[in-house]
Structure formats: C-alpha cells, structure tokens
C-alpha cells in the first residue's frame, strides 16, 4: 500500500471529513458512503478507460469466487474455453468444470509454466461461450502482455481475463475484453472488495442456481448495493485510486513497472547465483520468481532480508524458491535496495 493511502486512513479513521463518524460506521445507503462509492468508481473509470458500455462491480469473494460466479453468469450451457498458463488459471479450469463443460486451449503445464502461449496457438473449440485467460500468473511470473484478438482468431466468444495481480499496472484494451475480475488485495487495497468489469451485453444470462448476490445484472442494477457492499474495502480503494492519478495514472505506473522490472531481471540475469527462469518476452511486471543456485543459502537470504526490512520474499510454496512481489506501490528505491541486498549477499556467499 501506499504510505500516503495508509496515512490518509488512519487520519480519517474515527472522523471522516469532519462527518462525526468513521467510514466502517456509515450507513451503505447514507449521503456519506454514495459520495465515496461514487467517486471511487469515477477514479477507477477513468483510471482504466473504461467504456460507456461496461459496467463496474465492486463485489466480494475474490478472484476464487469469480472462478465460479463467472461460469454461472456467462456459460449460457456451453463449453467455456481455457488457456492454462499457471496455477491461478488451472484454479479457474478446475472450479468453472462444476458449472460448465470446460475445453484446454492451450497449456503450459508440461514445461512448468515458464511461458504465455502464443495465442496464434491455441486450439480454440468451435463455439465457446467465452474463453479464460489469467493475465499475469501471480506464482509462476508469467504475464500476457498483449492480450489476444479472440476475432482475429475466428472467434466471437467474450475474453474473460482475471487480471487480480496486475490491475492498474498497464492500461487495458477493452475492445478485445469482455469481461475482466480481481481482488483487491495485490494491486489496490485490503482484501475484500472484487472488481468486474463486465460489458453490458453479457448481463442477464446468469444460470437459474446462481446466487442472487451473484447474479451481474442484478449487482449492476442495484449499483453494486444488492447486499451490503465491503465499504471500508472501497473507501480504501478509493484512496488509492486518488493516489494513482496524482502520480499520474495507469499510464505512469506502467512506465514505472516497466523500469522498475527491468532493473530487477537485468540484475537477476547477470548474476551467477539468482535466476528467473521464465521466457523473457512473458515476465511478470508484478511478481519476479527467482531461485539462488545454491538453495541451501535460502534461510540465511531470508533472515538477511528481513533485517534490511526487505520482506515477504520467500516463493510460493508450490514453486519454492524466492518472489519479489513489486506492485504499484512499490517505489523504484524499493527494488534499488532489493538489487543491492542481492549483489552484497551475493559477494559474500
Ligand atoms: C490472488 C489471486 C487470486 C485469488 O484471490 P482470492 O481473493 O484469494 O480469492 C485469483 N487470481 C489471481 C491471478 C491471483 O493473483
């Protein structure tokens, strides 16, 4: 989080703009809250160019969740389409087979996720009622940076993409999109709150057993109010939403990722103990798996880490090794002083 974000918060904590009341005490339905809801959604609307057409949800239950709301509300019946780059996407096959008939467009599986399949590629099935692509793997490192043109391929089904660990990193081309989810939690604020942004013509489906909570068209009707909305969870997106675009917007914050990444890789390669093992052109901006050489060193580059305050860089246990998770953020200094704890542990291991 930014510090600015988590200073404003503890600041407006009890007393929000001399309100007499904390956001978490308002009423969802108060004058108070519907001016934060609605300039948060403006902010995250314009932050991302999102057009007239698509509506946003502020909802709950995570990416995991969406991995079975979106099959309830958009498979109409129909096979929806895969595309396996990593664990999060796999996660989302295997929930979306309980609603739907799923087909695997491509996978990387086999070779351990170490790149995003060309979509020129894919083995797309005949009619599918859309298909699903993880934008950036969060555990494997692995990232689409250019998302595919499902027409260009013959095929007129929607793409769904959960883009949960790179949201508001990069701008988004919504004309080949159509449906796009995230938690909160990596790119944005406390966990809780989920974005979607679906485009207008794909509400309304939704299969008969989908919760009502669940249901798109009727979160959109009810401006995303059907339930009781994770309120704090949107004030505080609402922060950083403002926090973005005085630093200038998604277009910086890609500019910055852009650097901050190639600082971070260009060291990782050069070095005779680090490696990325991910296909260059399909690095993750956000999330940099790496691995030391030598893995009994592991323990003492953790415990060195943390007493620089450089945390939370242990892998993921399903892959191991080490991860730099360097999201928005996360300022330039902050991989500078990653880069030079690795070189220092490195000249003395
Ligand atoms: C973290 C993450 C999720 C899961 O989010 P939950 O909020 O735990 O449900 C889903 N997809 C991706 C790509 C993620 O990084």
Same mark, same amino acid.
Request: charged share 20%; net charge negative.
């Given at each position: 989080?930014?510090?600015?974000?988590?200073? %404003?918060?503890?600041?407006?904590?009890?007393?929000?703009?001399?309100?007499?009341?904390?956001?978490?005490?308002?009423?969802?339905?108060?004058?108070?809250?519907?001016?934060?809801?609605?300039? &948060?959604?403006?902010? /995250?609307?314009? #932050?991302?160019?999102?057009? !007239? $057409?698509?509506?946003? /949800?502020?909802? %709950?239950?995570?990416?995991?969740?969406?991995?079975?709301?979106?099959?309830?509300?958009?498979?109409?019946?129909?096979?929806?389409?895969?595309?396996?780059?990593?664990?999060?996407?796999?996660?989302?096959?295997?929930?979306a087979a309980r609603?739907?008939?799923? =087909?695997?467009?491509?996978?990387?599986?086999?070779?351990? =996720? #170490?790149?995003?399949? *060309?979509?020129? +590629?894919?083995?797309?099935?005949?009619?599918?009622?859309?298909?699903?692509?993880?934008?950036?793997?969060?555990?494997?490192?692995?990232?689409?940076?250019?998302?595919?043109?499902?027409?260009?391929?013959?095929?007129? *089904?929607?793409?769904?993409?959960?883009?949960?660990?790179?949201?508001?990193?990069?701008?988004?081309?919504?004309?080949?999109?159509? #449906?796009?989810?995230?938690?909160?939690?990596? $790119?944005?604020?406390?966990?809780?709150?989920?974005?979607?942004?679906?485009?207008?013509?794909?509400? +309304? =489906? *939704?299969?008969?057993?989908?919760?009502?909570?669940?249901?798109? !068209?009727?979160?959109?009707?009810?401006?995303?109010?059907?339930? &009781?909305?994770?309120?704090?969870?949107?004030?505080?997106? +609402?922060?950083?939403? %403002?926090?973005?675009?005085?630093?200038?917007?998604?277009?910086?914050?890609?500019?910055? $990722?852009?650097?901050?990444?190639?600082?971070?890789?260009?060291?990782?390669?050069?070095?005779?103990?680090?490696?990325?093992?991910?296909?260059? !052109?399909?690095?993750?901006r956000m999330n940099?798996?790496?691995?030391?050489?030598?893995?009994?060193?592991?323990?003492?580059?953790?415990?060195?880490?943390?007493?620089?305050?450089?945390? %939370?860089?242990?892998?993921?246990?399903?892959?191991?090794?080490?991860?730099?998770?360097?999201?928005?953020?996360?300022?330039?200094?902050?991989?500078?002083?990653?880069?030079?704890?690795?070189?220092?542990?490195?000249?003395?291991?």
């Amino acid at each position: 989080m930014p510090l600015e974000v988590l200073q %404003q918060a503890a600041a407006e904590m009890s007393n929000w703009q001399d309100s007499g009341m904390g956001v978490m005490e308002m009423s969802h339905r108060g004058r108070e809250f519907i001016s934060i809801y609605e300039q &948060t959604e403006a902010d /995250l609307r314009e #932050l991302l160019a999102v057009p !007239a $057409n698509f509506e946003t /949800l502020f909802m %709950q239950g995570g990416g995991i969740a969406e991995n079975a709301i979106v099959p309830l509300n958009l498979c109409r019946g129909a096979t929806v389409d895969f595309v396996v780059s990593g664990s999060w996407s796999q996660k989302s096959l295997k929930e979306a087979a309980r609603y739907a008939t799923t =087909h695997v467009a491509a996978s990387t599986e086999a070779e351990g =996720h #170490l790149h995003f399949p *060309a979509a020129a +590629g894919w083995n797309l099935s005949s009619k599918p009622a859309y298909v699903h692509v993880c934008t950036n793997e969060t555990i494997h490192g692995v990232e689409c940076h250019t998302l595919p043109d499902l027409k260009a391929l013959g095929c007129e *089904a929607p793409l769904v993409i959960d883009f949960s660990s790179h949201v508001l990193s990069r701008p988004v081309d919504w004309s080949r999109v159509g #449906l796009a989810f995230g938690g909160a939690q990596k $790119n944005i604020g406390p966990a809780g709150v989920t974005l979607v942004v679906v485009r207008e013509d794909l509400l +309304g =489906h *939704a299969l008969s057993v989908c919760p009502s909570a669940f249901d798109y !068209a009727l979160v959109a009707k009810n401006d995303s109010m059907y339930n &009781t909305p994770p309120t704090y969870g949107i004030y505080m997106a +609402g922060l950083t939403f %403002q926090w973005l675009k005085r630093q200038g917007g998604v277009a910086e914050m890609e500019r910055r $990722n852009i650097a901050k990444a190639q600082l971070l890789y260009d060291f990782l390669d050069q070095s005779a103990l680090y490696e990325n093992r991910v296909a260059k !052109a399909d690095r993750s901006r956000m999330n940099v798996p790496f691995f030391l050489r030598d893995e009994s060193l592991n323990d003492a580059f953790l415990a060195g880490a943390k007493a620089r305050g450089l945390l %939370q860089l242990k892998g993921h246990k399903s892959v191991g090794g080490m991860r730099a998770s360097i999201y928005n953020a996360i300022p330039l200094a902050g991989v500078q002083a990653l880069v030079d704890y690795l070189r220092e542990f490195e000249q003395k291991a």
